[in-house]
């Protein structure tokens, strides 16, 4: 069965710096791939999500993820963080687009 | 731009007692999931329907929940009786007949004391 590791359940950077989340996968046959956000007692947003194609994935809000099938990891990076980007990250995993695996979520937080 | 509903968005309750959450996916999503996400975790999923019928409920405790969706558009997940461990985010998710994502209503709060 599918599953995902996200490592690493706080990260913090600072307002302008670089944001990366990290999101390693496991699958049997080849994987759709999601990262979702997560804003306190609200639901999840879709960022961006791989299916085929081309790996280098961009999303809402400037994010955008790389699949890499050598490395089974799909990380999540940003450019620039902004004040806004605080929240839950969640990367998913789905072997056949239906039944959907979720990682333990990496909190970001962004200061100042 | 089309939204799953749901409904309450917060329930505290008291262990023993019946709660019962709705849901209403995107108009024309065929497919409805259930998950619970307990605090600091990534959602789990409880069930799965296809139209009315049940596809995945491997993961939901028939023992005190249940969950229907008789016409096959809006949907109700039961508890009863709710014990403490039952304290959750309880998140529906829609997707439509041809492969895509999983669009996800506010969640409904759920404390149990």
């Known amino acids: 069965a599918q599953s995902v590791t996200q490592l690493g359940s706080h990260v913090s950077v600072s307002e302008g710096a670089l944001v990366l989340l990290r999101c390693n996968y496991s699958s049997s046959v080849p994987p759709y791939l999601f990262w979702y956000v997560q804003y306190p007692n609200q639901g999840l947003q879709l960022l961006l999500k791989y299916t085929t194609g081309a790996t280098l994935v961009k999303g809402i809000n400037g994010f955008e993820a790389e699949f890499k099938k050598s490395e089974t990891s799909f990380h999540l990076t940003k450019p620039s963080a902004h004040m806004s980007d605080a929240a839950e990250y969640f990367c998913?995993?789905?072997?056949?687009?239906?039944?959907?695996?979720f990682g333990a979520g990496t909190r970001l937080t962004v200061k100042p | 731009e089309a939204e799953v509903a749901q409904s309450p968005r917060y329930k505290i309750t008291e262990k023993s007692q019946a709660v019962a959450f709705w849901c209403d996916p995107i108009?024309?999503?065929?497919?409805l999931y259930w998950y619970r996400q307990i605090l600091g975790q990534g959602p789990e999923l409880l069930v799965q329907?296809?139209?009315?019928?049940?596809?995945?409920d491997s993961q939901l405790p028939k023992d005190r929940f249940s969950a229907e969706r008789l016409k096959g558009v809006d949907s109700t997940l039961k508890i009863q009786p709710a014990e403490l461990g039952d304290s959750a985010m309880y998140l529906c998710?829609?997707?439509?007949?041809?492969?895509?994502?999983?669009?996800f209503g506010p969640g409904t709060r759920l404390t149990v004391l």
């Open positions: 998710a829609s997707r439509p007949a041809t492969p895509d994502t999983q669009y």
């Open positions: 329907f296809q139209d009315e019928s049940v596809v995945d």
């Open positions: 998913a995993v789905s072997e056949n687009n239906n039944d959907m695996r």
């Open positions: 108009s024309g999503h065929a497919t």
